[in-house]
């Protein structure tokens, strides 16, 4: 029983991380006490002599294969990490959840709520705008969960136009006032009748405009390619596990004592890569002719730099913004300005070469 318990809670801990105390048959584990016994179980020099303390029964378990699921690894201690084989599963891009949805997500949920193609049409740029602008996620779960909320909104409007077209307009008709009516008045009635079955409203067409009635206001805001209209400013490419998005990267300079400020909740890595920036520019700001503003090439001699990296409440990580960290400093100390319609990711070094980055086409296709 305690075997089984362990592996479930291993499971779940390791898709956020975050166990707090757990209680089963009177006992408590919380994390601090649960590690040491995911180790013995993962490590396969120890795992097939495993003693389960509470039944005090040995179990061999070098024969079992365990599988987890985690969200991110950067929250699993490295010594826990390092006895799993890790297998990357990217998420679905833009393109394949919107195929998705028109394929699957939404038949589905029409037929759940007893809609039919001729009652509402869901298009295109309606789904694009829910997987962009309602939901961010590598999966699918909260798009179907939008579709489901539109549907649910598009049923109480039909059962609604259905309740208008039932409802009588006058009281009972005597069998007098029957008689009186021509036979070509009554057909004429019987046709009005049968045509309003359905509105004329319908379908209902979703569209882009209808999203923010059912909704609400958009949840995220996708960076949109502007024209760069001031020096300084470069378009970064990104890749996060929820598909891959551009990034603006604004610098800006001041009299100050040669500080270099990051802001933008960054990481170490992305840190290092300014300072690796800011270096390389400084060795080779003669060659560039790259002045500060008292046209020193001593970049940073009485002057601050500042770095920033939009959408501040977001982490940022990882070594491959340093080509546009050193294209936007160079446009910002040259007075050029970069091109606005292109975007750019790649590591650099202390010699100004850029690395080749891993393939990854969700960054490059969402872009």
Same mark, same amino acid.
């Given at each position: 029983?305690?075997?089984?318990? /362990? !592996?479930? @809670?291993?499971? %779940?801990?390791? #898709?956020?991380?975050?166990?707090?105390?757990? +209680?089963?048959?009177?006992?408590?584990?919380?994390?601090?006490?649960?590690?040491?016994?995911?180790?013995?179980?993962?490590?396969?020099?120890?795992?097939?002599?495993?003693?389960?303390?509470?039944?005090?029964?040995?179990?061999?378990?070098?024969?079992?294969?365990?599988?987890?699921?985690?969200?991110?690894?950067?929250?699993?201690?490295?010594?826990?990490?390092?006895?799993?084989?890790?297998?990357?599963?990217?998420?679905?891009?833009?393109?394949?959840?919107?195929?998705?949805?028109?394929?699957?997500?939404?038949?589905?949920?029409?037929?759940?709520?007893?809609?039919?193609?001729?009652?509402?049409?869901?298009?295109?740029?309606?789904?694009?705008?829910?997987?962009?602008?309602?939901?961010?996620?590598?999966?699918?779960?909260?798009?179907?969960?939008?579709?489901?909320?539109?549907?649910? /909104? !598009?049923? @109480?409007?039909? %059962?609604?136009? #259905?309740?208008?077209?039932?409802?009588?307009? +006058?009281?009972?008709?005597?069998?007098?006032?029957?008689?009186?009516?021509?036979?070509?008045?009554?057909?004429?009635?019987?046709?009005?009748?049968?045509?309003?079955?359905?509105?004329?409203?319908?379908?209902?067409?979703?569209?882009?405009?209808?999203?923010?009635?059912?909704?609400?206001?958009?949840?995220?805001?996708?960076?949109?390619?502007?024209?760069?209209?001031?020096?300084?400013?470069?378009?970064?490419?990104?890749?996060?596990?929820?598909?891959?998005?551009?990034?603006?990267?604004?610098?800006?300079?001041?009299?100050?004592?040669?500080?270099?400020?990051?802001?933008?909740?960054?990481?170490?890595?992305?840190?290092?890569?300014?300072?690796?920036?800011?270096?390389?520019?400084?060795?080779?700001?003669?060659?560039?002719?790259?002045?500060?503003?008292?046209?020193?090439?001593?970049?940073?001699?009485?002057?601050?730099?500042?770095?920033?990296?939009?959408?501040?409440?977001?982490?940022?990580?990882?070594?491959?913004?340093?080509?546009?960290?050193?294209?936007?400093?160079?446009?910002?100390?040259?007075?050029?300005?970069?091109?606005?319609?292109?975007?750019?990711?790649?590591?650099?070094?202390?010699?100004?070469?850029?690395?080749?980055?891993?393939?990854?086409?969700?960054?490059?296709?969402?872009?």
């Amino acid at each position: 029983i305690f075997y089984l318990f /362990a !592996v479930c @809670v291993f499971t %779940a801990c390791c #898709q956020c991380f975050i166990c707090p105390v757990l +209680c089963t048959d009177g006992l408590c584990f919380n994390r601090i006490i649960m590690l040491p016994i995911y180790f013995q179980v993962l490590d396969p020099e120890q795992n097939h002599s495993f003693t389960d303390h509470y039944l005090n029964v040995p179990f061999d378990l070098s024969q079992v294969l365990f599988i987890a699921t985690a969200n991110t690894t950067a929250t699993i201690p490295p010594a826990l990490l390092d006895r799993m084989e890790l297998i990357q599963v990217p998420g679905y891009i833009q393109e394949e959840k919107m195929e998705i949805a028109h394929r699957h997500l939404i038949p589905k949920q029409l037929e759940l709520h007893g809609l039919t193609p001729r009652e509402i049409q869901i298009q295109h740029e309606a789904t694009e705008g829910i997987i962009s602008r309602y939901t961010r996620e590598a999966g699918v779960r909260s798009l179907e969960r939008k579709i489901g909320a539109i549907c649910r /909104a !598009v049923a @109480v409007k039909v %059962a609604e136009s #259905q309740h208008k077209v039932t409802e009588p307009n +006058c009281g009972p008709v005597s069998e007098k006032d029957k008689e009186s009516v021509p036979e070509e008045t009554k057909e004429e009635s019987i046709d009005d009748i049968t045509d309003l079955a359905l509105p004329p409203e319908m379908p209902i067409v979703i569209d882009r405009h209808a999203l923010k009635d059912i909704l609400g206001p958009p949840i995220y805001e996708m960076e949109v390619s502007q024209r760069l209209s001031q020096p300084g400013v470069a378009i970064g490419l990104a890749w996060t596990p929820l598909g891959g998005e551009i990034m603006f990267v604004e610098a800006s300079r001041m009299e100050g004592e040669g500080q270099l400020t990051l802001t933008g909740q960054l990481g170490d890595v992305m840190k290092e890569s300014a300072h690796l920036a800011i270096s390389w520019l400084r060795s080779n700001a003669k060659k560039y002719h790259l002045t500060n503003a008292a046209g020193s090439f001593d970049l940073l001699d009485n002057t601050d730099i500042h770095l920033h990296f939009p959408a501040g409440a977001v982490t940022k990580d990882g070594p491959s913004a340093g080509v546009t960290i050193v294209t936007c400093l160079a446009s910002l100390f040259s007075g050029h300005l970069v091109r606005s319609d292109v975007a750019m990711t790649g590591e650099i070094t202390l010699r100004g070469l850029v690395l080749p980055v891993s393939t990854r086409d969700s960054g490059v296709v969402k872009t």
